[in-house]
């Protein structure tokens, strides 16, 4: 199997192809194409009618299935999955962040504890949108004996959490919010997710539990957030992802003492290349190997 | 058995006390002490012939020991092993943040990227003094899938560590300083443990690793570590301890790039108290069952 790593030749992604057991190639060459540094607007100049498979480098598609690059007789794969432990490990650190208020610590110049410190251990944790990154949190939270409650689109029981309702339940996502010391949002940016987290829900979390959002900034209404940080009823919010994103300079939220900015950063590119390498690699080898591939795009579900 | 709780008669503690078995009396009536709220210099106060055990409020006992208060004829009990969680839980946050550099984003005020980010998971981690603080973080880094280095006093096998070395093995520790990506340290402050991470330490760990300190300022020689920190081959530090402590208001740690400092703040009141009371309540019952107490004071060993 001839493979082609572009539009931009990464290396370590090539060293992956030639490791899963296939050589390298130029573009019109290759009957497989690991896409990597470039828009999906710029597919059609490595596309060609041999080119069968395609790995694309994210988890999420929207911009692929957008741009209508998703064409027929071509198998796409995402990196679905592949970046779950990276985006779950980040997300526990701005819960222990929250929950130990270590924000204000980084920004103080003085000695002095700041107020409202709890722990992890023992908490009830709230999922909204508890797959791949869910299920990677529930596993790095076994040890600190919480309860778990999770929502997710077919209501389908998440393992380790004691509680799913549908999404679509609403009073199963209130109960979530008004028991969970932390709700951690984690669904993908779909139209029903749009503001999923508005002024209702927000008003209905409970007094002090912190709100944390690992999926898109679509999620979270930015205005209803801040009103109710302002407020000073919710412990805090510490969000990887925001609306608008970037955040202009200077927004209220960087240094709002209830709240930790990341900026879209729970999967830094120093991670994601070695585990979309793996992903490469792996795929290359089941490819070879005639088995199925892992992350095919379902062009009609939208991921 | 009669148990006065001072000199602070914190309700929480005499429930606890009362919750074990026990009766409440006055200090004077009292077979045992309770203490809290006041320093070893004051123990003479409510100290009198009568006094058989003594239940004291912290995992250390450096300013007992210091002060002569810990006399001959009295059973003392240190609070050592009840806080681990809790301060498993900062540590652990501690190292995310260190990680991800979320110290960084705290302080910004734009969007922007840290240079540096990085995986807890698949990382070595080295625990300098691995006694109950340090099980109870590789406890909660088990899901993480890391490696860990133990030293200890014994060099007995610590349980999830790959390896475990005797702290006078200076061969040992100087290798889990250099393959260590993150060096906790744990140990209790005695003679022995006084400035254990010196410059000779810091210049053998690992290029970009992290130091994170829930033991004692003590342990950590200062000056070293800032220019450590400053010459900028290690990733940073992030202390819950320091020396001196409380740090001077402005002290450079305080805002340093490579920096967090946490006011000892792993084991926060509001964590402290109910998991002192569980120990009282447990301590108190053993003694009325003739069996052996918890956290019993090695006035040798200083611990």
């Known amino acids: 199997m001839k493979v082609h790593v572009g539009p931009v030749a990464l290396p370590e992604l090539e060293a992956a192809v030639v490791a899963g057991g296939a ?7 290759a009957s497989a194409l690991v896409w990597y540094g470039g828009p999906p607007e710029q597919f059609a100049e490595l596309d060609h ?8 480098p994210s988890a999420g598609i929207e911009p692929w299935a957008a741009s209508g ?21 980040h997300a526990l650190g701005l819960m222990l962040v929250g929950a130990r208020q270590v924000h204000l610590m980084a920004r103080a110049s003085r000695w002095a504890k700041p107020d409202g410190m ?34 997710n689109r077919s209501g389908k029981p998440v393992d380790g959490a004691v509680a799913t309702w549908r999404a679509d339940d609403v009073e199963g996502v209130r109960e979530l919010l008004a028991e969970s010391d932390f709700v951690v949002v984690a669904a993908p940016a779909t139209a029903e997710t749009a503001q999923l987290v508005d002024a209702d829900a927000l008003a209905r979390m409970k007094p002090g539990a912190w709100l944390v959002n690992v999926a898109r900034g679509s999620l979270v209404d930015t205005g209803a957030l801040l009103a109710a940080l302002d407020e000073g009823r919710l412990g805090g919010a510490a969000l990887d992802v925001t ?26 590119e120093s991670l994601l290349v070695p585990a979309l390498a793996r992903r490469v690699e792996e795929n290359v080898r089941r490819r070879l190997a005639g088995e199925p591939l892992l992350g095919v795009v379902d062009r009609a579900a939208g991921y």
């Open 23 to 29: 050589e390298l190639s130029s573009a019109a060459d």
């Open 49 to 56: 009618p041999g080119l069968e498979w395609v790995q694309l």
């Open 69 to 89: 690059a998703l064409r027929d007789g071509v198998t796409f794969t995402s990196a679905a999955g592949t970046y779950a432990q990276t985006v779950a490990e």
């Open 118 to 151: 709890r722990g992890v251990h023992g908490s009830t944790v709230g999922i909204l949108g508890a797959g791949g990154i869910g299920r990677a949190l529930i596993a790095l939270l076994r040890p600190f004996g919480v309860r778990v409650l999770a929502v």
């Open 243 to 268: 609306d608008p994103e970037p955040l202009p300079d200077g927004h209220p939220l960087f240094q709002h003492p209830r709240a930790i900015v990341s900026p879209h950063a729970a999967n830094p």
